[in-house]
């Protein structure tokens, strides 16, 4: 049966989290709009009005920075289900207090209120993405995070719709009403958040240490254990910052650049998310449930690529004033700049959910709260960057809104480019991701057998050149692939072997050097705790069958006995580049273009007890009678 992502929500070990975190940001987002409404309807002067715009996003995130090595530590150290209900129940006292700035239209009291907010938050960041790892399994994170997203997307812009129209709705009775409905929503998110089913701490026995100075590099040094999440934390930090830059602008930009009236601000706003839940919520669908980061080198350069088209779509000022969102629609250009907008939403999604599940399978369980928690510091630091960049540039520098669009985008592209390059990884996947898609339709089960840390030894069949890329495309864990050296040197193959850390291997009677190093190289990696893939076949079958494995694999396990993965690929040999076509017709485009290819993964065996003999039996019980 297919797996459907939506599914999730229909189950008790995800939907009350879900819903607790959606009630949170539309409720956040509803009380900071209100606090605007509010200033419209006391009539203060615009310059009064600029100072409380300006300082409360800084009395937002500035618990960020004060307390979030802290709210690492005891996302950690307590239970999550339980830390959940302690910062909704948190929600509650804040909002009762919002509630009597509001009924006394006291601003103190709402910025007060506004930066206990703040604080809530950061206790919440943490503990909102380590608890999904605890519920969902390794197949699901690209999914949850998806939907998470989505949802996280969808309640901030209806929240601040909702909360944006209490006072222009509800007129004198609008205090009232405001401290109602923020007191109604964390109320209700309370009672939703005690349905989650119990999550245990990642580090129950970890001591406080309550000065957030050392703590705070202590957690940042976490995030940069690894070079892959590390780049992934810095991935998620700049897109925050992308984020940051686009929405601050939209409001002029709709103002001055489409001739909106200000419902136009809120349009292009619920444009760019939506297309962030769509692209968000195709991301488990294009990573064939694995946690793909192939997808974050295609979100990042769509990005740039439709932010210079919004660039290039309306580059001055709009000829027409005061349009709302109807006569915007019917007005020239207007579905460039719409399609552009929701272009750069989706591959954001792109972007950054694979981060987001990156981040949680490849961090240690017992740290993860706190690396989240480090990345929740140097995400504070790119908001914050990114805003006084926006005025810096636009007031010492002049730039048009047209013009910072342009600049983020060329910027974006060099960032993507820079992160790639610390990290070939991604690039390859990318690349492996792109053929192998293109080229077939992949069915994959049973990989989530597959250890998410440890050394572990893969043994499948050998059927075609593209045999490593599409088991890379089937597994969200590196792998180091063992092949034969003269297919490892295949020209522009090659280089994705080599970024992908592959070993050639030839046989004794070839070069006795290479297959030295080879088993060299092999045993250094399981004593790494590395994931080694080996084709004990030794060749490509060139009858379809499988052939006998050779006792190399018996060598490996006799020096380091670990755990052994058997796989086999279903369907190849009737595709491209299996050798049942000549050489030239493997040049043509192959009959079976696109061909349905099946990888399947059995449970792990112990390294000590398995044989050549017991695993070719056991692949070829995986493949059956589909070559």
């Known amino acids: 049966m297919a797996h459907n992502q939506f599914a999730l929500l229909t189950q008790r070990r995800f939907l009350p989290f879900f819903l607790t975190q959606a009630f949170g940001a539309f409720n956040d987002n509803v009380y900071r709009q209100a606090i605007i409404g509010l200033l419209f309807y006391l009539g203060v002067d615009d310059a009064q009005r600029t100072l409380y715009t300006n ?12 307390f979030s090595a802290t709210a690492g530590q005891i996302a950690e150290k307590l239970e999550k289900h339980k830390l959940i ?43 909102k993405y380590s608890i999904l790892p605890s519920v969902l399994k390794p197949e699901e994170l690209t999914g949850g995070n998806g939907l998470v997203e989505m949802g996280t997307s969808i309640a901030i812009l209806t929240g601040m719709i909702f909360g944006g129209l209490i006072f222009t709705l509800a007129g004198a009775h609008g205090p009232v009403v405001a401290a109602t409905a923020i007191i109604a929503l964390a109320v209700t998110g309370n009672l939703v958040s005690r349905l989650i089913p119990r999550a245990d701490a990642g580090e129950p026995d970890l001591k406080i240490n309550w000065n957030p100075i050392p703590e705070s590099v202590k957690i940042m040094r976490m995030t940069r254990r690894q070079p892959a999440v590390r780049n992934s934390v810095l991935g998620v930090s700049w897109f925050w910052f992308v984020g940051t830059v686009l929405t601050s602008q939209l409001p002029g930009y709709a103002l001055t650049n489409l001739g909106g009236d200000p419902t136009l601000y809120i349009f292009a706003l619920a444009l760019f998310s939506i297309g962030t839940g769509v692209g968000s919520m195709l991301c488990e669908r294009l990573s064939a449930r694995t946690v793909e980061i192939g997808l974050v080198p295609l979100g990042a350069f769509g990005i740039s ?39 750069i939403g989706m591959f954001a999604g792109f972007f950054v959910v694979p981060l987001f599940a990156l981040i949680q399978n490849r961090s240690p369980k ?34 048009t809104i047209p013009q910072v669009f342009l600049a983020l985008a060329i910027a974006n592209a060099i960032v993507a480019i820079y992160i790639f390059t610390l990290v070939p990884e991604f690039l390859m996947r990318f690349l492996s991701w792109v053929l192998v898609r ?48 003269k297919i490892f040197n295949i020209p522009v193959m090659s280089w994705i072997f080599r970024t992908a850390k592959a070993i050639p291997i030839a046989s004794a009677k070839e070069d006795p050097e290479v297959m030295r190093r ?63 076509d000549s050489r030239l017709a493997r040049m043509r485009v192959p009959r079976r ?17 398995a044989t050549a003999q017991s695993l070719e039996a056991q692949v070829r019980a995986l493949r059956g009678d589909q070559a």
């Open 55 to 66: 300082l409360a996003p800084a009395l937002f995130i500035l618990p960020y920075f004060l």
């Open 85 to 127: 209900r302690i910062t909704t129940s948190m929600e509650i006292a804040i909002m009762s207090l919002a509630a009597v700035g509001f009924l006394t239209q006291s601003m103190t009291i709402l910025l007060i209120a506004l930066f206990c907010t703040g604080l809530q938050s950061t206790l919440f960041g943490p503990v």
């Open 305 to 343: 690529a439709f932010m210079i088209d919004l660039y290039f779509a309306r580059t001055g000022a709009a000829t027409a004033t005061g349009l709302n969102v109807s006569a915007f629609v019917h007005s020239a250009g207007s579905w460039r700049i719409m399609i552009d907008l929701v272009g």
């Open 366 to 399: 017992n740290e993860l709260s706190r690396v989240i928690a480090g990345m929740n510091i140097q995400n504070a630091a790119f908001i914050v960057l990114a805003a006084v960049l926006g005025v810096v540039v636009q007031r010492f520098f002049h730039w």
């Open 438 to 485: 293109a080229l077939y339709r992949l069915r994959v089960s049973g990989t989530e057998r597959i250890p998410d840390e440890g050394a572990g030894l893969i043994v499948c069949n050998h059927v075609s050149y593209m045999d490593p890329l599409i088991l890379s495309a089937s597994i969200s864990r590196p792998m180091r692939f063992v092949m034969y050296y």
């Open 518 to 580: 080879a088993f060299e190289e092999i045993e250094a990696a399981l004593a790494d705790g590395q994931l080694v893939g080996i084709f004990p076949e030794g060749a490509l079958t060139k009858d379809g069958e499988i052939a006998p494995f050779k006792t190399g694999v018996e060598r490996v396990l006799a020096k380091n006995p670990v755990p052994v993965i058997p796989m086999a690929l279903r369907g190849m040999w009737s595709s491209m580049w299996s050798k049942r």
């Open 593 to 609: 273009f696109r061909a349905q290819v099946e990888v399947i993964a059995d449970a792990p065996r112990d390294g000590a007890e």
